[in-house]
C-alpha cells in the first residue's frame, strides 16, 4: 500500500485547507484511515481516523469541531478538511492505513502504512 498526501501549504490564521491522501494497492476499503501531525520539537500525535465505511470517526480534542475526516472508497481516498485553522494547527500532516480488517485507533502504532506528509503552515 502506498499513500500519497497532498493539499499543504500556508493559511493565515482563521483560514482552510483541504489535505487529501491518495492510496494504491489492495484492500483500501477494509482499511482504517487516520491522520496524524507532526510540528517541529514536538512528537506526532493524533488528528483523526475513520472507519473502513465511514461510518465512523474519532477527532483529537484539538480539533473537534473543526476538522473532518471523510473518505472516499470508489477512489481510495481520504480527505481532511481543516476549517478555522490556528497557528498552533501548524505541523506536517501524515495519512496512514492499518492492515486490512483492522479498526480504526488513535495510536499510531495500529497503522502499518504511512505517507511521506504535507506541510501546513498558519501564519498568525
Known amino acids: 500500500v502506498q499513500l500519497q498526501a497532498s493539499g499543504g501549504g500556508l493559511v493565515q490564521a482563521g483560514g482552510s485547507l483541504r489535505l487529501s491522501c491518495a492510496a494504491s494497492?489492495?484492500?483500501?476499503?477494509?482499511?482504517?484511515m487516520g491522520w496524524f501531525r507532526q510540528a517541529p520539537g514536538k512528537e506526532r500525535e493524533f488528528v483523526a481516523a475513520?472507519?473502513?465505511?465511514?461510518?465512523?470517526?474519532r477527532y483529537a480534542d484539538s480539533v473537534k469541531g473543526r476538522f473532518t475526516i471523510s473518505r472516499d472508497n470508489a477512489k481510495n481516498t481520504v480527505s481532511l478538511q481543516m476549517n478555522s485553522l490556528k497557528p498552533e494547527d501548524t505541523a506536517v500532516y501524515y495519512c496512514?492505513?492499518?492492515?486490512?480488517?483492522?479498526?480504526?485507533?488513535?495510536?499510531?502504532?495500529?497503522?502499518?502504512?504511512w505517507g511521506q506528509g504535507t506541510l501546513v503552515t498558519v501564519s498568525s
Open positions: 496512514a492505513a492499518t492492515h486490512a480488517g483492522s479498526l480504526m485507533s488513535t495510536a499510531s502504532s495500529a497503522y502499518a502504512y
Open positions: 494497492g489492495r484492500s483500501f476499503s477494509s482499511r482504517a
Open positions: 475513520i472507519s473502513w465505511k465511514g461510518g465512523s470517526t
